[in-house]
């Protein structure tokens, strides 16, 4: 009825005269007689989960059609559970449940024909640092027997390997790191259930066997995938020669690595941003703004949600995300980002280890202030292990989750409904009033992420330092603040009475409120800062106990200053009693507000 109206008013509206002038108040008057509606309906994406298993088989999970039946069915460690009820399972090697209280054999899997019989066969990593399985789908038998088992790559390194096309060529390749070397295992496309050759890429920097933060994706725009890491990215050259290195282009993305790192144009300006969590087992998840720095590749770090709930715009943390997807959930074209708690990951070991197995996506929304991840929960009970599928497992058009982990494996149907404006309101999550800002109060600029007056501390002139050394430090690494132009002037090595005095130049005379942003953390001092040797407000404790982050920018008080030169010294008063090492002090910058 809704569209017959529509069509009927676009009929009307096209002709301009008064007879059909009169008709289009006809139909509003019939609209509003027979209570027809005009208004827009919103829709709301909704999860329900169905467990597979509770026993804990594998960290991974996979999916495809095995028994050739249009369905795709879902792999969890020895078993394949055929769609589209998922109700009845088939063994694919001998069960045995794994130890919760250690870690299980199996962790990843992967549904191709490797042999091109037809029938698509099952790649397995397992423990890393272990090998590589392909399970030969047995045909039409596959009911009733187990797979062949052929070992084809000798050892998986890494916590979040990838089977993809890499390189482009006619098959998809193991991509992992070995003995030490990041690289990718190729099978020979005459002999796929044979030993793969692995390819090293980079040089000898790898961890062994674990090592976190692994990811593929277009870094550059030059339509070849590029192999990403949490120390940087290796940029595929236009020919593959397998005797040469790929070149290196180091970047901290993160210090401990988290899980799958993918490349995507967050913000829409036509280059690829890197996404990440932070730290598997602990806290962490942000975005990477691609920007050019001395004409090369760098990027911007963005928090989305760090390890308190006013680190994210609307109050959520969650820890151990040791797996991530990206895809379009609610299909408007923008792809979200898709994870969650790795139940009982490190065991107790993790922070919030017992706070709730929820699997939530973030919806990417880009605004003309920026871009925005707003949270939804899609579960609290499933939690995800070391892969995360994000696919469309009953063919309805619209993507489910699948997860499976120390909690057993679980698929959640996706489904959408149509609610009015009221209702779909409530839905919504609602942010914080009192989310902390990154850097302060003033806009930064969207392409140096420079607060705009602000006079940068790496680039004040030191006029004297009496203790401890001084030096410019980058500051895009570090996962729980921002700072201005991504670099700050670090002061090491001071101790109590020590002073360090810098240049501040004044443009012209007036009357100022002086303003500055600083860092905090759990080996900084306290200190005091004076403006022509008079002291400005009160003694600043940079002590924080959890990670590094930034003050925001604070109010040092008010005062008339004329042209010139001024000096402003910062004095070591002492430390704060829970200080580590009270030995560091950090400027991100000054800024003079008239």
């Known amino acids: 009825m809704r569209s017959s109206v529509f069509k009927l008013l676009q009929a009307i509206t096209?002709?301009?005269?008064?007879?059909?002038?009169?008709?289009?108040?006809?139909?509003?008057?019939?609209?509003?007689?027979?209570?027809?509606?005009?208004?827009?309906?919103?829709?709301?994406?909704?999860?329900?989960?169905?467990?597979?298993?509770?026993?804990?088989?594998?960290?991974?999970?996979?999916?495809?059609?095995?028994?050739?039946?249009?369905?795709?069915?879902?792999?969890?460690?020895?078993?394949?559970?055929?769609?589209?009820?998922?109700?009845?399972?088939?063994?694919?090697?001998?069960?045995?449940?794994?130890?919760?209280?250690?870690?299980?054999?199996?962790?990843?899997?992967?549904?191709?024909?490797?042999?091109?019989?037809?029938?698509?066969?099952?790649?397995?990593?397992?423990?890393?640092?272990?090998?590589?399985?392909?399970?030969?789908n047995p045909g039409q038998t596959s009911s009733?027997?187990?797979?062949?088992?052929?070992?084809?790559?000798?050892?998986?390194?890494?916590?979040?390997?990838?089977?993809?096309?890499?390189v482009g060529d006619a098959t998809p390749e193991m991509v992992c790191s070995q003995a030490g070397f990041f690289g990718y295992a190729a099978p020979d496309p005459q002999h796929p259930l044979e030993a793969w050759k692995f390819v090293p890429i980079s040089e000898k920097v790898a961890p062994v066997p674990f090592g976190h933060g692994l990811g593929v994706g277009d870094v550059n725009g030059d339509k070849r995938l590029d192999l990403l890491t949490k120390d940087g990215w290796y940029e595929q050259p236009v020919k593959i020669d397998v005797q040469s290195k790929w070149e290196y282009h180091p970047f901290l993305f993160t210090k401990a690595g988290g899980a799958d790192m993918v490349a995507y144009d967050v913000d829409g300006d036509g280059d690829n941003d890197v996404i990440t969590s932070l730290t598997a087992h602990d806290f962490g998840l942000a975005w990477f703004?691609?920007?050019?720095?001395?004409?090369?590749?760098?990027?911007?770090?963005?928090?989305?949600?760090?390890?308190?709930?006013?680190?994210?715009?609307?109050?959520?943390?969650?820890?151990?995300?040791?797996?991530?997807?990206?895809?379009?959930?609610?299909?408007d074209g923008l792809k979200d980002i898709v994870t969650g708690k790795t139940y009982w990951s490190h065991h107790t070991k993790s922070p919030m280890w017992d706070a709730g197995a929820v699997v939530v996506w973030f919806k990417l929304i880009r605004t003309p202030n920026g871009v925005d991840w707003r949270p939804f929960e899609a579960d609290r009970e499933s939690g995800i292990g070391r892969q995360l599928v994000v696919t469309d497992i009953t063919q309805d058009g619209i993507a489910d989750i699948l997860a499976g982990g120390m909690k057993g494996a679980h698929w959640l149907g996706h489904s959408r409904k149509q609610v009015s404006q009221e209702q779909w309101q409530i839905y919504q999550p609602k942010?914080?009033?009192?989310?902390?800002?990154?850097?302060?109060?003033?806009?930064?600029?969207?392409?140096?992420?420079?607060?705009?007056?602000?006079c940068e501390g790496e680039s004040l002139k030191v006029l004297q330092v009496s203790g401890?050394?001084?030096?410019?430090?980058?500051?895009?690494?570090?996962?729980?603040?921002?700072?201005?132009?991504?670099?700050?002037?670090?002061?090491?090595?001071?101790?109590?009475?020590?002073?360090?005095?810098?240049?501040?130049?004044?443009?012209?005379?007036?009357?100022?409120?002086?303003?500055?942003?600083?860092?905090?953390?759990?080996d900084y001092g306290i200190v005091r800062i004076k403006l022509d040797d008079e002291k400005l407000g009160s003694t600043i404790d940079l002590f924080d106990g959890s990670k590094v982050i930034s003050t925001g920018e604070l109010p040092l008080g008010k005062k008339k200053l004329s042209a010139g030169v001024h000096r402003v010294t910062i004095e070591a008063v002492g430390a704060n009693p829970m200080s580590s090492k009270p030995t560091m002090f950090g400027l991100d910058y000054i800024r003079l507000k008239p």
């Open 289 to 331: 703004e691609q920007i050019q720095r001395d004409d090369k590749i760098s990027f911007r770090q963005h928090l989305i949600m760090g390890q308190r709930p006013e680190e994210n715009a609307y109050g959520l943390v969650f820890s151990e995300l040791h797996s991530l997807n990206l895809f379009d959930i609610d299909g």
């Open 468 to 522: 401890g050394t001084t030096s410019s430090q980058q500051m895009s690494a570090f996962s729980a603040g921002r700072w201005s132009g991504d670099q700050q002037l670090f002061w090491r090595d001071l101790k109590a009475g020590d002073q360090l005095a810098l240049e501040l130049n004044v443009q012209r005379e007036g009357d100022y409120e002086v303003l500055a942003a600083f860092t905090k953390a759990r």
């Open 14 to 136: 096209s002709a301009n005269n008064v007879r059909n002038r009169k008709a289009l108040a006809v139909i509003f008057i019939l609209c509003a007689a027979t209570k027809i509606t005009l208004a827009q309906t919103h829709t709301i994406e909704i999860f329900q989960r169905h467990q597979l298993t509770d026993v804990y088989y594998s960290e991974g999970i996979g999916a495809g059609d095995l028994n050739r039946d249009g369905h795709a069915d879902i792999v969890y460690g020895p078993y394949w559970f055929a769609g589209p009820e998922f109700k009845s399972k088939y063994e694919i090697y001998e069960p045995v449940a794994q130890p919760r209280e250690k870690y299980a054999n199996h962790f990843f899997a992967w549904v191709y024909d490797f042999n091109a019989d037809g029938w698509n066969d099952i790649l397995t990593a397992g423990f890393p640092g272990t090998p590589g399985y392909v399970y030969e």
């Open 431 to 454: 942010k914080l009033s009192n989310h902390r800002p990154v850097i302060g109060d003033p806009k930064a600029d969207s392409a140096t992420f420079q607060v705009p007056g602000a």
């Open 144 to 166: 009733n027997v187990h797979w062949k088992k052929h070992e084809v790559v000798s050892s998986v390194s890494n916590e979040s390997p990838h089977f993809t096309n890499l």
